[in-house]
């Protein structure tokens, strides 16, 4: 019940209801990753369940496709949607220029090929994720597992050119053994502090050998929507950032909340 939620999570929760009424009949929709993008996805399973919304939804990883199949979603291949939409997913930090860090969830590969293969991507996020500069959030980048140690040492160097505040690499574990990818590679996560250039950066990760893509996000979201804490949901796009549009709470949010997993 609606009540028994964090802050934090009714604000992530009235996020994904919000960007779920961008949702139209007949869509190809791309579906994120987290615990932002699963309130999406359960939100956009009880209007396929109950106002009969026609949608073909293709997600970014394991966990996504399983629960949009539990909520009635049906799901489709990227090749076999060929394009998308509208996509929506969470971000783990935003800037003023809709620059993102994704990837806390391990799902970043998927998540930008799907957001890139979509006519707007739409970010929910609750207002803690606003930042004015990237880099507080460790920059995860999916890494092939072959000479997984070269490719992080010259990771490493190339971020000594960078306009950065810390340079410390770690290598994500799930427990005892490294983290591994929808696609079986690994995750290093890059501790900067700052980013000055997120645009420069993210150009130059993809130039290792071995990077096989990094969560830097930049002119690829149209769209953010953000809950805060009191109930309050304000979307801004890229095309009009002086348009703010501030909202009382979004309705009943109860039945989403039944069967929370994440
Ligand atoms: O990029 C992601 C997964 O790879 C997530 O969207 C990001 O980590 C935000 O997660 P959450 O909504 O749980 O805070």
Redesign the pocket.
């Known amino acids: 019940m609606s009540d028994t939620l964090s802050p934090i999570d009714q604000a992530?929760a009235n996020a994904a209801r919000k960007a779920v009424e961008f949702v139209e009949d007949g869509m190809k929709v791309g579906l994120?990753?987290?615990?932002?993008?699963a309130w999406m996805v359960r939100r956009l399973g009880e209007r396929v369940r109950e106002e009969g919304l026609r949608i073909v939804a293709v997600p970014t990883?394991s966990r996504t496709a399983a629960l949009a199949r539990e909520v009635g979603i049906t799901v489709i291949t990227l090749d076999e949607a060929k394009w998308l939409d509208l996509t929506i997913?969470?971000?783990?930090e935003f800037d003023a220029e809709m620059n993102l860090i994704?990837?806390?969830?391990?799902?970043?590969l998927q998540?930008k090929i799907v957001a890139t293969a979509s006519d707007q991507m739409v970010v929910i996020?609750d207002s803690a994720?606003e930042v004015a500069h990237l880099g507080a959030f460790p920059l995860?980048i999916e890494v092939i597992p072959f000479g997984a140690e070269v490719t992080r040492g010259l990771v490493e160097e190339l971020l000594g050119a960078f306009d950065v505040m810390g340079r410390r690499t770690t290598v994500r574990m799930s427990g005892a053994a490294p983290f591994r990818t929808d696609e079986g590679n690994l995750i290093l996560d890059l501790h900067l502090g700052r980013i000055g250039d997120p645009r420069q950066l993210a150009l130059m990760l993809n130039q290792v050998p071995g990077v096989v893509e990094s969560?830097l996000f930049v002119d690829i979201c149209d769209r953010v929507v953000i809950g805060h804490s009191d109930g309050r949901v304000e979307v801004r796009d890229i095309h009009d950032l002086s348009v703010k549009v501030m909202e009382l709470p979004v309705g009943d949010t109860t039945n989403i909340f039944s069967n929370i997993g994440?």
Do not use: F, H, N, Y
């Open positions: 992530k994120g990753t987290g615990s932002t993008a990883s997913d969470g971000a783990d994704k990837g806390g969830g391990g799902a970043l998540e996020a994720k995860p969560g994440d």
